[in-house]
């Protein structure tokens, strides 16, 4: 069964403090991973797609990179205002996302 | 705007009443999903409509649950005979074809009490 995991559940930073949030998955036939940004009471809000092992996206503060079993979306010095769930999809081109759970990040001031 | 939109934003009833949501898609977009997700869970897949046909279900859709989408367009999904378990937010993504990409609405918070 496909499985997408990410880690941790939850990260507390302070402002300037740069880390990396992981996706796990196993998954026959990736097509696809997707990056989302969540914040509380709204829609998931696109942030990257990645089709392939050592592939690399940048916006803003944000890098998200993929390899054959994880991907990483690395922040830079963050800002309070990147402080949301930050959710990761794969797709297998069955049209339908399957998701992680979330990490929950909080930027402190 | 020309994103996704989805009405009501809120919604809270009775258990065992039947509630209807809409789902408006990005106007070029002819696929429309729905999508379940519960307090610190990440979204659950429900149905995918291509145009008008329905083409995928999920089985956390139970007979009580039907969605439509009539002239490939806008979308309703209906649950009848609510019970608590069915609170949750509802998401509604679209896409272009050949993209897997999705963009979702705001959502619509069920509360049933």
Redesign the interface.
């Known amino acids: 069964e496909d499985q ?1 995991t990410q880690s941790p559940e939850a990260l507390r930073l302070q402002e300037g403090e740069s880390s990396s949030l992981n996706c796990s998955y196993t998954v026959s036939g990736l ?2 991973l ?1 990056w ?1 940004r969540q914040d509380p ?6 942030l990257f ?1 990645l089709y392939s092992a050592g592939e690399e996206k940048e916006k803003e503060r944000l890098k998200a990179t993929l390899t054959k079993k994880e991907s990483f979306l690395h922040i830079t010095a963050p800002k309070p205002e990147d402080s949301a769930t930050y ?1 990761c ?1 794969v ?1 297998k ?10 990490t929950r990040l909080t930027i402190n001031p | 705007d020309t994103g ?1 939109s ?1 009405n009501p934003r809120h919604k809270i009833t009775k258990r065992g009443q039947n509630v209807t949501f809409r789902c408006d898609p990005i106007s070029e977009h002819n ?1 429309l ?1 729905w ?1 379940r997700q519960t307090l ?6 429900l149905t ?1 409509f ?1 145009n008008e046909a329905q ?2 279900k ?1 089985r956390l859709l139970s007979d009580r649950f039907s969605a439509e989408r009539p002239k490939g367009s806008f979308s309703t999904l209906e649950i009848q005979r609510t019970e608590q378990g069915d609170s949750a937010m509802y ?1 509604c ?1 679209s896409s272009s074809t050949g993209s ?8 619509t ?1 069920l509360t049933v009490l």
């Open positions: 997408v097509r696809g997707f989302y009471g709204k829609g998931p809000e696109f797609t959710l999809a797709f081109g069955a049209q339908k996302l399957v998701f992680g759970q979330g | 996704v989805q696929r999903y999508y610190g869970q990440g979204p659950e897949f995918y291509q083409l995928e999920s998401l993504a897997g990409e999705q963009f979702f609405g705001p959502g918070r």
